[in-house]
T-cell receptor
Framework: DGGITQSPKYLFRKEGQNVTLSCEQN?????MYWYRQDPGQGLRLIYY???????QKGDIAEGYSVSREKKESFPLTVTSAQKNPTAFYLC??????????FGQGTRLTVV | AQTVTQSQPEMSVQEAETVTLSCTYD???????LFWYKQPPSRQMILVIR??????QNATENRFSVNFQKAAKSFSLKISDSQLGDAAMYFC??????????FGAGTRLTVKP
């Protein structure tokens, strides 16, 4: 919201496939984040990036990859190495080192 | 590593009454921010209130207020005059400058009419 767009809203993945979740922002903020949320649980950090062409692993980076070629974009790829990818994925930007604003999320389901 | 703990998985409140959600955190930093986020059934994360650690005064936003106890590393959220629309998951979050944001496991709030 507020200039953060995640797509698609729903995504289905077959076993063994890689899929990419999109996150775009037009708020001109440097810091972008990917979180995973499982039912009834909090948000766990997958990856974050504080500047173009640089990113760091979060707590649960295994099976995921990211890129940050443009300030506006921070796509997340869920690889076949992620054994339990079904979850709700949230992208966020952080303003001035303080609060985070979130996109509307992508619900990924393995079929 | 910083951790955020919400010890109440579920809470309920009668409409028009007051409820307090608890949060504790662990950090060695002296300068940081604390937040409460609301996640309704739409799953959109909505910022409810923020508190700067260097401020002694507790933050207030309309019916929402916090009790920030820095020494005890406690950050509770009080919702006054609860409304049906307040029903949601509430997440406590911690953020130090130029670091990632950490979230608690959440508290599901039910509002009874």
């Amino acid at each position: 919201d507020g200039g953060i767009t995640q797509s698609p809203k729903y995504l289905f993945r077959k076993e063994g496939q890689n899929v990419t979740l999109s996150c775009e922002q037009n708020l001109n903020h440097d810091a972008m984040y990917w979180y995973r949320q499982d039912p009834g649980q909090g948000l766990r950090l997958i990856y974050y990036s504080q500047i173009v062409n640089d990113f760091q692993k979060g707590d649960i980076a295994e099976g995921y990859s990211v890129s940050r070629e443009k300030k506006e974009s921070f796509p997340l790829t869920v690889t076949s190495a992620q054994k339990n990818p079904t979850a709700f994925y949230l992208c966020a930007i952080k303003t001035g080192g303080t609060e985070a604003f979130f996109g509307q999320g992508t619900r990924l389901t393995v079929v | 590593a910083q951790t955020v703990t919400q010890s109440q998985p579920e809470m309920s409140v009668q409409e028009a009454e007051t409820v307090t959600l608890s949060c504790t955190y662990d950090t060695s930093e002296s300068d940081y921010y604390l937040f409460w986020y609301k996640q309704p059934p739409s799953r959109q994360m909505i910022l409810v209130i923020r508190q700067e650690a260097y401020k002694q005064q507790n933050a207030t936003e309309n019916r929402f207020s916090v009790n920030f106890q820095k020494a005890a590393k406690s950050f509770s959220l009080k919702i006054s005059d609860s409304q049906l629309g307040d029903a949601a998951m509430y997440f406590c979050a911690y953020n130090a400058i130029n670091n990632d944001m950490r979230f608690g496991a959440g508290t599901r709030l039910t509002v009874k009419p």
